[in-house]
């Protein structure tokens, strides 16, 4: 369920699906949540893995569930009967990726941004599967117009930037051929989540237990652990890797296999004791325990809580511009923030209404990789619009009001007098001063009854209106420069009763 309403979430391009509670669906994983510093969130998981185990990556993570789709798929379509078997941790591997990862904390976020599992999969659904969506999208415009029919609508697709793209092509095919071959592999030797709940779930209450007395070492529930942690002749099961599948409780034939609490004395090997092995095969759980606790666990989280475009863009935005600074999303303050903050999952991106958001290639450096961006070609800023600072999850873009945002300074117009077409061709325009919401582009007096653009940077937001519409080609006459350091705009109101006063001194 949260698997197929995080995907919409991305997959949404009609904002069917907005507010407070959804925006849950991103907030609620855990790299997001640890980047945010949210301790209710980080409490509740942190909670939830001591009790059960590692249900984060069985019930909560989009990443383990796609794995286990894909799995599901290889078992229905592989010719030989799937089977798996218990392999040794990598824990050097595995522990080695969680330290790399942490150098988000050094403002170099690019590691963890290619290896934390939410981000990889936010990637893979908004430059891969979303592009197929709407696809989908205008083959039903085009049957259900048809027959005047207008509940779809046609939606431009094009391929935000060639460097996303083609990571996410890498991530999903490489974390689907190890899903393919070896199940939960990823999660087990790559992943930073799946490397702190595995240890947390050393300790957990719940986990699976085999009963000695009851085992006959039949490899049946090896064969069906796709986290490869069970050993069958060992009679064990590593709970650090366990994901709580539970596919081995219904596969044992001998109903050895339980989900039990450590105050039951369960035996992970065989023991001497037989009289222990009765007491412990007297605790039975239920057949419904698998059902039970999945759907618990997701409403205890939830609770609390291609036809593609001709033109495809460069790798650096438009190609047309070599800005000073990029424009950061209003609300991100600066490039050092989004780099503290930020591992790419590109749900601002997705969720943007003016796809004015793009992945960014080499403007923030190298750390930045695929951070958002913006840029102008498709649209431009909406003046009240708000999206992208209430869906990020990692507090990289902070959550702006209206009127937080109508003053928030993303950057700075300039104006290229000697190629705007007033002057070139000697003919009227204005396109920039009418889309601009603040008046910092204003027509004044030229010369045979024209009128020629004037700009006031103090009350210019940088949303990019008169970039966009600025009919000039290949370089605009106007655009908007990034501000290294996002600032505050002087309201509209103010800088006309500064200029009124200076106007009263004669000056």
Same mark, same amino acid.
């Given at each position: 369920?949260?698997?197929?309403?995080?995907? @919409?979430?991305?997959?949404? @391009?009609?904002?069917? *699906?907005?507010?407070?509670?959804?925006?849950?669906?991103?907030?609620?994983?855990?790299?997001?949540?640890?980047?945010?510093?949210?301790?209710?969130? +980080?409490?509740?998981?942190?909670?939830?893995?001591?009790?059960?185990?590692?249900?984060?990556?069985?019930?909560?993570? =989009?990443m383990?569930?796609?794995?286990?789709?894909?799995?599901?798929?290889?078992?229905?379509?592989?010719?030989?009967?799937?089977?798996?078997?218990?392999?040794?941790?990598?824990?050097?591997?595995?522990?080695?990726?969680?330290?790399?990862?942490?150098?988000?904390?050094?403002?170099?976020?690019?590691?963890?941004?290619?290896?934390?599992?939410?981000?990889?999969?936010?990637?893979?659904?908004?430059?891969?599967?979303r592009?197929?969506?709407?696809?989908?999208?205008?083959?039903?415009?085009? !049957?259900?117009?048809? %027959?005047?029919?207008?509940? %779809?609508y046609?939606?431009?697709?094009? #391929?935000?930037?060639?460097?996303? @793209?083609?990571?996410?092509? /890498?991530?999903?095919?490489? #974390?689907?051929? &190890?899903?393919?071959?070896?199940?939960?592999?990823?999660?087990?030797? !790559?992943?930073? $989540?799946?490397?702190?709940?595995?240890? &947390?779930?050393? @300790?957990?209450?719940?986990?699976?237990?085999?009963?000695?007395?009851?085992?006959n070492?039949?490899?049946?529930c090896? *064969?069906?652990?796709?986290? $490869?942690?069970?050993?069958?002749?060992?009679?064990?099961?590593?709970?650090?890797?366990?994901?709580?599948?539970?596919n081995?409780?219904?596969?044992?034939?001998?109903?050895?296999?339980?989900?039990?609490?450590?105050?039951?004395?369960?035996?992970?090997?065989?023991?001497?004791?037989?009289?222990?092995?009765?007491?412990?095969?007297?605790?039975?759980?239920d057949?419904?325990?698998r059902?039970?606790?999945?759907?618990?666990?997701?409403?205890?989280? $939830?609770?609390?809580?291609a036809v593609?475009?001709?033109?495809?863009?460069t790798?650096?935005?438009?190609?047309?511009?070599?800005?000073?600074?990029?424009?950061?999303?209003?609300?991100?303050?600066?490039?050092?923030?989004?780099?503290?903050?930020?591992?790419?999952?590109? +749900?601002?991106?997705?969720?943007?209404?003016?796809?004015?958001?793009?992945?960014?290639? *080499?403007?923030?450096?190298?750390?930045?990789?695929?951070?958002?961006?913006?840029?102008?070609?498709?649209?431009?800023?909406?003046?009240?619009?708000?999206?992208?600072?209430?869906?990020?999850?990692?507090?990289?873009?902070?959550? /702006?009001?209206?009127?937080?945002?109508?003053?928030?300074?993303?950057?700075?117009?300039?104006?290229?007098?000697?190629?705007?077409?007033?002057?070139?061709?000697?003919?009227?325009?204005? $396109?920039?001063?009418?889309?601009? =919401?603040t008046?910092?582009?204003? *027509?004044?007096?030229y010369?045979?009854?024209?009128? !020629?653009?004037?700009?006031?940077?103090? #009350?210019?937001?940088?949303?990019?209106g008169?970039?966009?519409?600025?009919?000039?080609?290949?370089?605009?006459?106007?655009? !908007?420069?990034?501000?290294?350091?996002?600032?505050?705009?002087?309201?509209?109101?103010?800088?006309?009763?500064?200029?009124?006063?200076?106007?009263?001194?004669?000056?």
């Amino acid at each position: 369920m949260l698997f197929s309403l995080i995907t @919409f979430y991305f997959l949404d @391009f009609a904002g069917l *699906m907005s507010g407070k509670t959804v925006n849950l669906l991103a907030k609620i994983q855990f790299i997001p949540a640890v980047m945010a510093f949210s301790v209710v969130i +980080l409490i509740i998981l942190i909670v939830l893995t001591l009790l059960f185990g590692r249900v984060y990556c069985s019930s909560i993570c =989009p990443m383990g569930i796609y794995q286990d789709i894909i799995a599901w798929i290889s078992k229905r379509t592989s010719k030989k009967k799937k089977r798996y078997k218990f392999s040794k941790a990598k824990n050097i591997l595995r522990y080695s990726m969680l330290v790399a990862s942490v150098s988000i904390f050094l403002k170099f976020p690019l590691i963890l941004g290619f290896i934390d599992p939410y981000s990889a999969y936010g990637r893979i659904v908004t430059n891969v599967f979303r592009p197929v969506y709407m696809a989908g999208n205008n083959v039903l415009e085009a !049957i259900f117009t048809k %027959f005047d029919n207008y509940t %779809f609508y046609r939606t431009d697709i094009f #391929i935000m930037n060639v460097f996303a @793209f083609v990571v996410a092509i /890498l991530s999903m095919g490489i #974390i689907g051929y &190890l899903a393919w071959k070896h199940g939960r592999t990823y999660c087990n030797t !790559i992943c930073p $989540a799946g490397a702190v709940f595995g240890f &947390l779930s050393r @300790f957990s209450i719940f986990r699976i237990r085999i009963n000695g007395s009851k085992c006959n070492s039949c490899g049946v529930c090896e *064969m069906k652990c796709k986290a $490869a942690c069970i050993n069958s002749k060992q009679k064990t099961v590593d709970s650090s890797r366990c994901v709580d599948c539970f596919n081995c409780l219904s596969a044992c034939r001998k109903n050895a296999l339980k989900f039990s609490p450590s105050l039951i004395p369960a035996r992970n090997t065989l023991s001497k004791e037989n009289n222990a092995d009765e007491a412990a095969s007297e605790y039975v759980v239920d057949e419904g325990k698998r059902r039970f606790l999945t759907t618990g666990i997701i409403a205890a989280v $939830a609770a609390p809580v291609a036809v593609i475009e001709n033109e495809v863009h460069t790798l650096a935005g438009n190609g047309k511009y070599v800005r000073q600074h990029p424009i950061l999303p209003p609300g991100s303050i600066s490039v050092e923030n989004m780099l503290k903050h930020c591992t790419s999952c590109h +749900l601002c991106i997705s969720k943007c209404p003016s796809r004015v958001l793009k992945p960014a290639f *080499m403007e923030y450096g190298l750390a930045g990789i695929m951070q958002p961006t913006m840029y102008f070609e498709k649209g431009f800023c909406n003046f009240d619009c708000t999206i992208c600072s209430e869906v990020c999850p990692n507090d990289a873009i902070k959550q /702006l009001t209206k009127d937080e945002k109508h003053l928030n300074q993303n950057g700075y117009v300039v104006f290229t007098q000697e190629i705007c077409i007033v002057q070139t061709d000697e003919t009227n325009c204005g $396109a920039c001063s009418e889309h601009c =919401p603040t008046q910092a582009v204003t *027509m004044i007096p030229y010369k045979n009854g024209l009128t !020629i653009p004037q700009i006031n940077i103090d #009350i210019c937001v940088g949303c990019g209106g008169c970039e966009f519409i600025c009919p000039v080609r290949p370089l605009r006459a106007i655009h !908007i420069e990034g501000h290294a350091v996002q600032s505050k705009a002087k309201p509209f109101e103010e800088q006309e009763k500064e200029e009124k006063t200076i106007d009263s001194f004669g000056f």
